[in-house]
């Protein structure tokens, strides 16, 4: 491959990756913790669009359980957001055609 190939596969692969990156911003993933009862929803980019607790979750004389419940359902949104930007972005490094990657 030659060095104004290789230009031009890094200019499409440039212009890909921009359209999954726009395309990630506009999907969304859910985290949940305590069967549903707080749910934690993200953007493709990691960033909360909404949280949501059901009533019967909320325990003024057990905050500290509410809190566990957020920090779950938001971890667990966050590593599916993980594995919905691999699975989206894994495929371009195949397209390189740089051994290793």
Same mark, same amino acid.
């Given at each position: 491959?030659? @060095? ?9 692969? @440039?212009? @890909?990756?921009?359209? !999954? @990156?726009? *395309?990630? #911003?506009?999907?969304?993933? +859910?985290?949940?913790?305590?069967? #549903?009862?707080? =749910? ?5 980019? #990691? !960033? ?5 607790? *059901? $009533?019967?979750? +909320? %325990? $003024? =004389? %057990? ?5 566990? /419940? ?5 971890? *667990?949104?966050?590593?599916? +957001?993980?594995? /919905? ?11 390189? #055609?740089? $051994?290793? /990657?």
């Amino acid at each position: 491959m030659n @060095q104004q190939q290789l230009m031009r596969e890094a200019r499409k692969l @440039q212009e @890909q990756l921009a359209k !999954i @990156q726009e *395309d990630l #911003g506009n999907e969304t993933v +859910v985290g949940s913790a305590g069967s #549903g009862a707080v =749910e934690v929803t993200l953007n493709g980019h #990691g !960033i909360v669009q909404r949280i949501k607790v *059901d $009533p019967a979750a +909320v %325990d $003024p =004389e %057990d905050v500290g359980t509410l809190e566990d /419940l957020l920090l779950i359902a938001f971890k *667990d949104a966050q590593a599916k +957001v993980a594995a /919905l930007s691999q699975s989206r972005m894994g495929p371009l490094a195949g397209g390189l #055609g740089i $051994p290793g /990657l």
